[in-house]
């Protein structure tokens, strides 16, 4: 068994993921699904070949060191995936993520039109936000594939690790990853804005100096795109000036509320038929309004204005899963689960 095979099965089973874990058969996920293959558990003597099959000097070194690692590797010419490695009981184990081929339309990924709204705007933060499996990476680089078919423009991106590689269209298209061309975010962060960029695209806003540098280049004229780790618009607003001290939220907020164009908060549910997955946005635009609230620290009432901002484009993530419900395409169950105020889905659907 090498990391080639299971690759090759991973697709010809059209599953998302592969799981390595000791004493199991390789694991996959399929649909939304984990289903355990045919064949011999994983001896703890094949899990770490695996592990250690594809990695360079400084990539081992960081195993070693760290216990943990995260690195992009291709498979034949256009196939890349995402492989994180990590430690039990001693033995490292995978966890596989497969890349698409191509970034699909917004269509394909019943992404809303407003995505493509802010893909254009010349300026500011987007922030595409979910917890981990639902897709930010997808929209991230769709929004990059997009710019990068209607603007002569060049487009940096720094990630952690690369899972699309962007051919130039009518863009200029670098992408850096990490402990490949840069150590961290934030010092590759500083570095990109000597580098004549017109888009910034962060892999993961992930500590409050990256966030701090991001928010700087998209208010000196900057398009930057970043994903963040919350579960919907309203909490990525508190994650980011909560992550700073108490003496640098107001200069944060201020500067958050200038930037902002808009969330893309993402939920990846299962479809109705059980076949797929389907995705839920949540959608807030950096309108006057929802900019106000920031600026003076009167967050609790950003949902408020999310309920009322439709002529905007705006969405709650409730008023998506019942769209999505009364659409056939998830289950009652599913949409009153995820909902933030579940009696607005029991009214509604009355």
């Given at each position: 068994m090498n990391l080639e095979t299971l690759f090759r099965s991973a697709r010809k089973f059209e599953a998302s993921d592969i799981h390595i874990v000791v004493g199991m058969p390789a694991i996959f996920r399929v649909g939304g699904q984990i289903t355990v293959a045919r064949g011999d558990p994983v001896t703890p003597e094949a899990a770490r070949a695996l592990?250690?099959?594809r990695?360079?000097?400084v990539q081992k070194g960081i195993l070693e060191r760290d216990w943990q690692l995260c690195f992009s590797t291709m498979f034949g010419q256009i196939d890349r995936a995402r492989v994180t490695i990590y430690f039990r009981n001693g033995c490292p184990e995978l966890s596989?993520?497969?890349?698409?081929?191509?970034v699909r339309s917004r269509e394909e990924l019943n992404l809303p039109a407003l995505v493509d709204a802010f893909a254009r705007k010349t300026?500011?933060?987007?922030i595409i936000t979910g917890p981990t499996g639902v897709g930010k990476t997808t929209t991230f680089h769709y929004m990059i594939d997009r710019i990068n078919s209607e603007f002569s423009k060049k487009i940096v991106t720094i990630e952690d690790p690369i899972e699309y590689t962007?051919?130039?269209k009518r863009a200029v298209v670098v992408q850096q990853?990490?402990?490949?061309?840069?150590?961290g975010f934030r010092e590759a962060l500083v570095h990109v804005l000597r580098q004549d960029p017109d888009v910034i695209g962060v892999g993961e806003m992930r500590d409050p100096e990256t966030m701090y540098t991001a928010l700087m280049a998209a208010e000196t004229g900057h398009l930057v795109i970043a994903t963040l780790h919350t579960p919907d618009a309203v909490l990525a607003m508190h994650r980011i000036v909560s992550a700073f001290p108490e003496g640098q939220q107001s200069e944060v907020r201020y500067m958050l509320a200038n930037s902002l164009q808009g969330v893309i908060a993402q939920q990846l549910l299962p479809h109705a038929q059980g076949a797929r997955r389907v995705l839920c946005c949540e959608l807030m635009v950096g309108t006057q309004g929802i900019r106000h609230h920031i600026r003076e620290n009167t967050t609790h009432k950003l949902y408020t204005e999310l309920q009322a901002g439709r002529r905007h484009g705006m969405i709650t993530m409730d008023h998506a899963l019942l769209q999505l419900y009364q659409r056939g395409e998830i289950t009652y169950d599913t949409a009153l689960g995820m909902a933030r105020e579940p009696d607005t889905i029991k009214k509604r659907s009355a």
């Open positions: 592990a250690y099959e990695l360079n000097s596989i993520r497969l890349s698409e081929p191509a300026n500011g933060l987007v962007h051919a130039a990853e990490m402990f490949t061309d840069f150590h």
